[in-house]
């Protein structure tokens, strides 16, 4: 079945310093990859997406590249604000299951000033 | 006003109660999906509903059931609560659209069982 694996957390940060979130996947077809974000208190809420190989997802500075050849999908941003501390999400869904979403466990970023 | 809005936002009860979750969309989305949440563990499918006429078992279904009053409502039951369904729980809608499905997920139901 389909599974997608994060690197656990939590990740500590000081403002303005690089982010790399790992998040790898097992799928049997083609998937389309999510990362969600979820602030304190909120739902989930969709950061970015990609719908096949080697398409980039941006939004608000983060990005993630889809890479079939290693099964993977890692969010990255240049310079994070304290604003940025949430629980990011890996997800994906497949065309032949449906287009349900299987998450990965959640990462946890803390950023300080 | 919000899109997806769960009811009630925290609840706290007994063993052996029976607890109903509601959720209501305005997107006018034909899917609607439940959820939990437990710490470490992601987000797992409970159930989910393609249309009003429309309901499948998730992944951990076992002692939840649901109902799909109208395509705006999906409401979540626990016939009869216990402490390991102590977890935060999430609506989520979706409408199929280029051939990707993104998910709206609503502000959660915080569930404690004593």
């Known amino acids: 079945g389909n599974s997608v694996t994060q690197m656990e957390g939590p990740v500590t940060l000081s403002e303005e310093a690089f982010l790399t979130i790992n998040c790898t996947y097992t799928?049997?077809?083609?998937?389309?990859l999510f990362w969600y974000v979820q602030y304190p208190g909120e739902g989930l809420q969709l950061l970015l997406k990609?719908?096949?190989?080697?398409d980039k997802g941006s939004n608000k500075g983060f990005e993630a590249t889809y890479r079939k050849e290693t099964t993977s999908f890692h969010l990255e941003k240049g310079s994070v604000q304290v604003s940025d501390s949430a629980v990011y999400f890996c997800?994906?869904?497949?065309?032949?299951?449906?287009?349900?979403?299987?998450f990965g466990g959640g990462t946890r970023l803390m950023v300080k000033p | 006003d919000a899109d997806v809005t769960q009811t009630p936002r925290n609840r706290i009860t007994k063993t052996g109660k029976r607890i109903m979750l509601e959720c209501s969309q305005t997107?006018?989305?034909?899917?609607m999906y439940w959820y939990r949440q437990d710490p470490g563990l992601g987000l797992r499918l409970i159930y989910y509903?393609?249309?009003?006429?429309?309901?499948n078992k998730g992944e951990i279904s076992d002692g939840y059931s649901v109902s799909r009053q109208a395509q705006a409502k999906f409401s979540l039951s626990l016939e009869s609560a216990i402490p390991n369904q102590t977890a935060l729980y999430f609506c989520?809608?979706?409408?199929?659209?280029?051939?990707?499905?993104?998910?709206?997920f609503g502000p959660g139901t915080r569930l404690t069982v004593l």
């Open positions: 989520a809608t979706s409408d199929l659209g280029q051939g990707t499905d993104t998910q709206y």
């Open positions: 799928a049997t077809g083609y998937p389309s």
């Open positions: 990609a719908t096949k190989a080697d």
């Open positions: 997800a994906l869904s497949e065309n032949n299951a449906g287009n349900m979403l299987t």
């Open positions: 997107k006018g989305h034909d899917r």
């Open positions: 509903s393609f249309d009003v006429k429309d309901i």
